[in-house]
């Protein structure tokens, strides 16, 4: 139990394009997701945390205009780069949980390329 | 604010050996603590969960303990393999609003046969 996809896993995009990338929850409901980032050689950090049917909350220095983030479901999330350009190239990890204090179970990761 | 911080940042050890990973964190008001591999350009493989209420946890060869006390959790590889390599990530939650995971920046682990 508590599986969670990503889709895509890799995708490659040219700089100015809009790119999505959905996190399901499987065989859960999640209240809360979270997605985070991976630059090379440093650690996963959080970009945001949305709960269904409301706004996400960003972390400082994330620009939410930029990640926009929908929770719109209980089993899905998706997280929108616009106008990606090559700095936005990363890898991209969402998890979910069961609510605000439960377990965060995490996807398998996406790795953006933007050219 | 919860800080991770993961010793050694590499090992490389000879196939065979039992080896020892450490993590240490700030903020002891937890609720678990994970324990993930990742390949190099992969995603995260989830290894151990060990709750707060509990010392240790056991999977085949791997073992992880925590002291929430002390700010601290190990996780033991017994009778390492080549396909141990990968980097070794831990995640701490911290209390306060909501759960934010805080990753160390992981051991870079390497099993040479």
Known sequence: GAVVSQHPSRVICKSGTSVKI??????????????YRQFPKQSLMLMATSNEGSKATYEQGVEKDKFLINHASLT??????????????????????????????????????VL | KQEVTQIPAALSVPEGENLVLNCSFTDSAIYNLQWFR??????????????????????????????????????YIAASQPGDSA???????????????????????????
Not at chain 2, 87 to 113: D, E, N, R
């Open chain 2, 38 to 75: 990742q390949d190099p350009g992969k995603g995260l493989t989830s290894l151990l969960l060990i709750q707060s209420s509990q010392r240790e946890q056991t999977s085949g060869r791997l073992n992880a303990s925590l002291d929430k006390s002390s700010g601290r959790s190990t996780l």
């Open chain 2, 87 to 113: 980097t070794y990530l831990c995640a701490v939650p911290s209390s306060g609003g909501y759960q934010k995971v805080t990753f160390g920046i992981g051991t870079k682990l390497q099993v040479i046969p």
């Open chain 1, 22 to 35: 959905e996190c399901r929850s499987l065989d859960f409901q999640a209240t809360t997701m979270f997605w």
């Open chain 1, 76 to 113: 899905l999330s998706t997280l929108t780069v616009t106008s990606a350009h090559p700095e936005d190239s990363s890898f991209y990890i969402c998890s979910a949980s069961g609510s605000l204090t439960d377990t965060q179970y995490f996807g398998p990761g996406t790795r953006l390329t």
